[in-house]
């Protein structure tokens, strides 16, 4: 093919330069045009031998899974597939499907954060310090055009290798596989965020106008929340502006014998992710309705079965339902979230000092956002204050009552989780992904519970949380 193209190109400038020889006769223009092919087939020629006597280009990487980036002369064995059919041994560690065709994109998220308090209080244990919340890398992967994978991985505090034991932690918070079908409804398995509430799904640091996680979304809804499970979930149009976004899945669900449920809240008794202890499942869903733009109501329940930590007691129930809002228009925001539970024969959580656990807990919170950037700003610094810049005045008054029939004033230790907070703040992000925030607290908490320290800065689950003061946080994207 190429010799063509080169005897092609020489005849054309051959007759393009016959007119300069117009004087010449028909005969010697031949002889011209013959001498030129001559020698456009002689570097043919020269080609073909030489392309013929180079080794013939292996062509890698390939499509199909095979060992990649390592040469293997043997013929025929790049065509292999990844499998028990891969032969070898050293080599087989690169037998991987993804270094033959790179689909994963790696991406995350981490935090610092510095906070001056009066005392301590929910989730500033001290009241003077730096702290490195969560380094948090993602990993995404289109592995085909339906079946897709994601996976979030929290270092929280320099992970299970920090230098005081137990200060920090390293968790798996979702890893999940979808498979799918149409829009309407999609497959998913793995670990999993459970669906209740908005806040469980959508709690990066970067995405949050605050420090401080609402409370609710802490104590009654135990965020971050993640089980073992599957189910489904979808998107359908009713109309032209409105949807309805849905998922619901079955888990391993809560035990007590993970950990109580107490006055504390329900974070303890988060679920095993390699098995069922209660040999019964649990179901959780959400469904958001959106009927235009910048308005979304969802609803969202969890059902479960527990078993207490006392063998002699049977199992009981817990059930928790919440409802979140978003409304949006212009530069103003207003979200928030409430969440009730019910748990039933809750007299034997095995946890010193506070037996008796709650029958119920409600908490809330409500937020306000203004979004905001002073043109003077960006005329003076346009560099740091650009079209992407812009600051957020927020505001949330949230409530949460871990104990609602106070049932737990029985123990030793009860009900010391009906607290009140109020938070008002300033942030700024120089682009969506990377935000500063200043936050101010005032925290208050009722004083009818049993075997509260009345003052100090304990560090311990009978101290006083009500500790007042600023919160700094720098947080992005990566």
């Known amino acids: 093919m190429m010799m063509r193209s080169l005897l092609w190109t020489l005849s054309i400038i051959a007759l393009s330069v016959?007119?300069?020889?117009?004087?010449?006769?028909?005969?010697?223009?031949?002889?011209?045009?013959?001498?030129?092919l001559r020698k456009a087939q002689e570097y043919g020629s020269r080609e073909i031998r030489q392309e013929r006597s180079s080794p013939p280009?292996?062509?890698?990487?390939?499509?199909?899974?095979?060992?990649?980036?390592?040469?293997?002369?043997?013929?025929?064995?790049e065509r292999i597939p990844l499998g028990f059919g891969s032969t070898g041994s050293g080599k087989l560690i690169y037998a991987k499907p993804f270094l033959s065709m790179p689909k994963a994109t790696?991406?995350?998220?981490?935090?610092?954060?510095?906070?001056?308090?009066?005392?301590?209080?929910?989730?500033?244990?001290?009241?003077?310090?730096?702290?490195?919340?969560?380094?948090v890398p993602f990993i995404y992967g289109d592995i085909t055009d339906r079946v897709k994978f994601a996976a979030e991985i929290e270092l929280e505090r320099g992970g299970t290798s920090a230098p005081i034991s137990g200060d920090g932690s390293i968790n798996v918070e979702f890893a999940q596989i979808d498979y799918l079908v149409n829009e309407t409804i999609n497959l998913r398995g793995g670990i999993l965020l459970v669906p209740v509430g908005k806040f469980n799904l959508l709690h990066d640091s970067p995405l949050n106008d605050l420090v401080d996680r609402p409370m609710v979304s802490r104590q009654i809804i135990p965020s971050t929340w993640?089980?073992?499970?599957?189910?489904?979930?979808?998107?359908?149009?009713?109309?032209?502006?409105?949807?309805?976004?849905?998922?619901?899945?079955?888990?391993?669900?809560?035990?007590?014998?993970?950990?109580?449920?107490?006055?504390?809240?329900?974070?303890n008794a988060r679920g095993s992710l390699s098995r069922?202890?209660?040999?019964?499942?649990?179901?959780?869903?959400?469904?958001?309705?959106?009927?235009?733009?910048?308005?979304?109501?969802?609803?969202?329940?969890?059902?479960?079965?527990?078993?207490?930590?006392?063998?002699?007691v049977s199992a009981g129930m817990i059930n928790?339902?919440?409802?979140?809002?978003?409304?949006?228009?212009?530069?103003?925001e207003v979200i928030g979230e409430a969440a009730i539970s019910r748990i039933s024969n809750n007299n034997a959580t095995g946890v010193t000092s506070r037996g008796i656990g709650?029958?119920?807990?409600?908490?809330?919170?409500?937020?306000g956002n203004y979004h905001f950037m002073p043109e003077l700003l960006r005329r003076l610094a346009p560099?740091?204050?650009?079209?992407?810049?812009?600051?957020?005045?927020?505001?949330?008054?949230?409530?949460?009552?871990?104990?609602?029939?106070?049932?737990?004033?029985?123990?030793?230790?009860?009900?010391?989780?009906?607290?009140?907070?109020?938070?008002?703040?300033?942030?700024?992000?120089?682009?969506?992904?990377?935000?500063?925030?200043?936050?101010?607290?005032?925290?208050?908490?009722?004083?009818?519970?049993?075997?509260?320290?009345?003052?100090g800065d304990f560090n311990s689950s009978a101290s006083r949380m009500d500790g007042d003061g600023f919160l700094f946080q720098m947080a992005t994207y990566f």
Do not use: C
């Open 18 to 36: 016959m007119p300069v020889f117009a004087e010449e006769t028909l005969e010697e223009r031949v002889k011209i045009l013959e001498e030129a």
């Open 276 to 312: 069922d202890r209660d040999d019964n499942k649990a179901i959780a869903g959400r469904v958001a309705i959106s009927p235009m733009l910048g308005i979304e109501v969802a609803g969202s329940a969890y059902h479960g079965q527990y078993k207490t930590t006392a063998g002699a």
């Open 383 to 455: 560099s740091h204050f650009s079209e992407a810049s812009t600051f957020t005045f927020t505001l949330r008054w949230e409530q949460i009552d871990t104990d609602t029939d106070n049932r737990t004033l029985a123990n030793a230790l009860g009900n010391q989780r009906e607290l009140d907070r109020l938070t008002v703040g300033l942030n700024f992000r120089p682009i969506e992904d990377t935000v500063f925030k200043v936050n101010w607290q005032y925290n208050t908490q009722n004083d009818n519970v049993s075997g509260h320290v009345p003052v």
């Open 57 to 77: 280009a292996t062509q890698y990487p390939v499509p199909t899974g095979p060992i990649t980036d390592i040469k293997v002369e043997r013929k025929g064995e």
């Open 358 to 367: 709650p029958a119920g807990m409600f908490g809330y919170y409500v937020q």
């Open 106 to 135: 790696v991406g995350g998220y981490a935090d610092v954060m510095y906070n001056i308090l009066s005392r301590q209080n929910l989730d500033n244990p001290s009241r003077n310090s730096f702290g490195q919340q969560r380094l």
């Open 320 to 332: 928790i339902y919440a409802l979140d809002w978003t409304l949006q228009r212009g530069p103003f």
């Open 226 to 267: 993640f089980e073992a499970g599957a189910g489904i979930y979808g998107t359908v149009y009713p109309t032209s502006l409105s949807k309805i976004d849905y998922e619901v899945y079955a888990f391993n669900g809560m035990t007590q014998t993970a950990g109580g449920i107490t006055d504390l809240g329900v974070r």
